[in-house]
């Protein structure tokens, strides 16, 4: 079936970069999202990519994309103490459907 | 900006109660979606609307909830009678028409069945 698989927790340094990984079973899905939520808040679309593209950069947001291995990454750039949430990978299906993964929890230490 | 808004935020309900959630897409957006997160899980699809009609409710359990967006513009969720496993968070996205591969979410309704 379709499944999203990302690791639950990452730590990183307030300026160092964080890089959140996630995978997808899926061959066909058609876009893939990276999704940010803050306690108690809804989900924010951060950006996407389409699944004939390998890279897209963001000002502080870099997504990379290997189709052949179905992983996808987003790399924060100069990581602040307010980036610190939840972040949800999640791949669109041919349905249009948005399969969403666990979420990583991202914690910034000063 | 535009926003989706949901309401109640917040709602406490005794199990077998009715209740009720409330959505408001962003102006122009044609497809009107409702997820449940459970506590330390992603998002999962409820129900799908493409204007008024439903698209996909595939994994909506219809012997007690219900959805409607009868004017193709805001949606009502429902749940009767709630049950403890109904303890979530209950969004709401939406899609305008010329990008749906784009879903906007909402603050969500946290719901707590006692």
């Known amino acids: 079936g379709e499944d999203v698989e990302q690791s639950l927790f990452l730590s990183v340094r307030e300026g160092d970069s964080s890089v959140i990984n996630c995978t997808y079973t899926?061959?066909?899905?058609?876009?893939l999202y990276w999704y940010k939520q803050e306690p108690g808040a809804g989900l924010q679309l951060l950006t996407y990519?389409?699944?004939?593209?390998d890279m897209k950069q963001d000002q502080r947001l870099t997504v990379l994309l290997n189709k052949k291995d179905k992983h996808l990454s987003l790399r924060i750039a100069d990581t602040q103490t307010g980036d610190s949430a939840i972040y949800f990978c999640?791949?669109?299906?041919?349905?249009?459907?948005?399969?969403f993964g666990q979420g990583t929890e991202l914690s910034v230490k000063p | 900006e535009a926003e989706v808004a949901q309401s109640p935020r917040y709602k406490i309900t005794e199990k077998s109660q009715a209740v009720a959630f409330w959505c408001d897409p962003i102006?122009?957006?044609?497809?009107l979606y409702w997820y449940r997160q459970i506590l330390g899980q992603g998002p999962e699809l409820l129900v799908q609307?493409?204007?008024?009609?439903?698209?996909?409710d595939s994994q909506l359990p219809k012997d007690r909830f219900s959805a409607e967006r009868l004017k193709g513009v805001d949606s009502t969720l429902k749940i009767q009678p709630a049950e403890l496993g109904d303890s979530a968070m209950y969004l709401c996205?939406?899609?305008?028409?010329?990008?749906?591969?784009?879903?906007?979410f909402g603050p969500g309704t946290r719901l707590t069945v006692t």
């Open positions: 996205a939406s899609s305008p028409q010329d990008r749906d591969y784009e879903q906007y």
């Open positions: 899926d061959s066909s899905s058609t876009y």
């Open positions: 990519i389409f699944s004939n593209m």
């Open positions: 999640a791949a669109r299906n041919q349905g249009g459907k948005l399969i």
């Open positions: 102006s122009g957006h044609a497809t």
């Open positions: 609307f493409q204007d008024e009609s439903v698209v996909d």
